[in-house]
């Protein structure tokens, strides 16, 4: 393969597209409405019509609003059919030669799709993530040539410096730091993992980027691996998601088979292996450590750190780990320039973060918007606000690692830093949100029940934490703690905070901690007046007792 | 006490491997390690395969394992049972996978979860009596665009209300 090849395949592959194009989501958001059935009847609808030669049915990736799926979108007519059923498919082929489908519509220019800026997100829902030709089409690979042949490791290290990109896995760590790490350390073996055990209850970015776009991570992962001299790589991915394993075995044989990962690529000197593993259940699993243990096949628990994976990770030698979303932001960096990318974006936060949007929100589904953008317009502009006239109490960021940010605060840019100042986290992007009837405290508890169920057990503070907290949570929201109960409460939470090995136990008090700041009153209503005196020593109780009334 | 000691029991893996002999599903299991060159680190992948072959971890097949891979059998039932996704214990001819991420814990599946336990009189892990229908919660499944979601024998079916869970039940135990 080389680059003429590449040019060749996307000419042949444009130069066989129809006038009219129709693009069905096949992720996971949709597959379970039927949206294979959809497909198959659209493609069946359009040769009955015989309108082979002029319409294209192309199977795409995530197109975004999951809530009304099955989503099928018809170019260039720029119509966005919604809630499709397999019986509309000869209505929505008929309505292509004029005329009106008798399926409901999604405004295609609505604030949901227009404040959006796709970058990870730009091939999602356009190429057919189960044909590489597709993804050549947009220009894919193309990043990967150019780094092999034109620059240096050194240059793409500094190139992923300038871009100012950081970590999207949650911690926000410089990606271009990391890199220079791995690719200074000393080693003749070295490794690239590829985080994608999206653990969090609640996010799926990582499962719709995997379904939508696998060959954009696999891109990023070997220019990775050339920048710090890897040979190997692997992809670490949840048995939960049936459907982005496939697709990623598929682009992982097909990348093979044109000559784009394997020995020589572009008849370089440089050699690239990709290879999956799957996970078997264990949040703890996305800590990186926790991960390379797991790799190796061991149970999944962390070590401490130092030595960080960049001097010694995976087998004893220097690894990086990247998010998808990170690998995924690689490719168009090095297609538009790192200049390109650290214009858009804040001072300290550079380009656009992908969000999974749930919960009590009109529009559910996958949002990318540059960082710095208003929370506000995030949930209520995008979003459409809390359905059936409810009002947006609160919005959790970051998982069970992250806190609940209340409505007062909603306002706030979304960047590393605003969110960390308000007790939240970036997190990998889940973003639920909860409307006036969610009880706090039971999110809360919620949270801590799974800390506790997903805690590893190697250290105490997290083991034993984690129980004794989610206790006094339970005995809080059964109306049977005392305001000493709540002390003890913190007081715990700030002991697993700071005494934990691994980021599972240091984070897991977050939630906790972030509704007690803003919402200590619905903690304290549950209170019950406490008959031994707030010391324990027979002093009357005062305080609480107004809550019984 | 020194006659325990000498008293040699008779050796498990004789009847493991006796046992792995007559049966087919073993035979398949030792061909995906062979692909896997046998290597240690590949042990979750080939716990996988056994339990797609097998639907649970029995013992014996455990043992089997770390014979092949030459482990220590503490370490493979530590992975076994480090690890949500791997069950020692048989499924039930059908399974009910509940998700409670929060997406989905926000959206009630929490009610689902109440009234399915109702209706079969089990917990949330356990397997009914006459080995009809597994209750099993997932962590998140990804879908949270859809929520509540419920993943009857594989399928994901969105925005699940109780009734709707109950009655999908009712049609299992029926037959």
Known sequence: MIFNDLIQIKETELAARKKITLRCCMAAGCMPSDAKGVKEQLVKAVAEAGLQDQVEVRGVGCMKLCCEGPLVQADPQNLLYIKVTAENAPSIVAALKGGQANVAQADPNAAFFKKQLSIVLANSGVVDPERIESYLAADGYQALHEVLHETTPKDVVVAMVKSGLRGRGGAGFPTGLKWGTVAKSPGAKKYVICNADEGDPGAFMDRSVLESDPHAVLEGMAIAAYAVGADQGFIYVRAEYPLAISRLQIAIKQAKQMGLLGAGIFESPFNFNVDLRIGAGAFVCGEETALMASVEGKRGTPRPRPPFPAESGLFGCPTLINNVETFANVPPIYRNGAEWFAGIGTEKSKGTKVFALAGKIKNTGLIEVPMGTPLRVIVEEMGGGAPDGGKIKAVQTGGPSGGCIPAQHLDTPVDYESLGKLGSIMGSGGMIVMDQTTNMVEIARFFMEFCMDESCGKCIPCRAGTVQMHHLLDKIANRKATARDLAKLEELCDMVKNTSLCGLGQTAPNPTLSTLRFFRNEYEALLQPDQFGPRGNGEAAKQPAAAKQ | ?175
């Open chain 2, 1 to 175: 006490m020194i006659a325990t000691i000498a008293q040699k029991k008779p050796s498990r893996l004789k009847t493991v491997l006796e046992h792995a002999s007559g049966d087919k599903r073993f035979k398949i299991l030792e061909v995906h390690m062979k692909k896997h060159q046998f290597r240690q680190d590949a042990l979750i992948e080939v716990l996988h395969k056994a339990q797609e072959l097998f639907g649970y971890l029995e013992d014996d097949l455990l043992l089997f394992v770390s014979y092949k891979l030459k482990l220590p059998p503490s370490r493979v039932y530590g992975v076994a049972t480090f690890y949500h996704f791997f069950t020692l214990k048989p499924k039930g001819e059908h399974t009910c996978v509940v998700c409670m991420g929060t997406a989905c814990y926000v959206k009630g599946a929490e009610k689902v979860i109440n009234a399915v336990q109702e209706n079969l009189k089990i917990k949330p892990g356990e397997t009914t009596a006459d080995n009809k229908v597994s209750l099993l919660i997932a962590r998140c499944i990804g879908a949270c665009g859809i929520a509540p979601a419920v993943v009857y024998d594989g399928t994901v079916t969105p925005r699940t209300t109780p009734e709707s869970a109950v009655e999908q039940i009712k049609k299992w135990v029926a037959k």
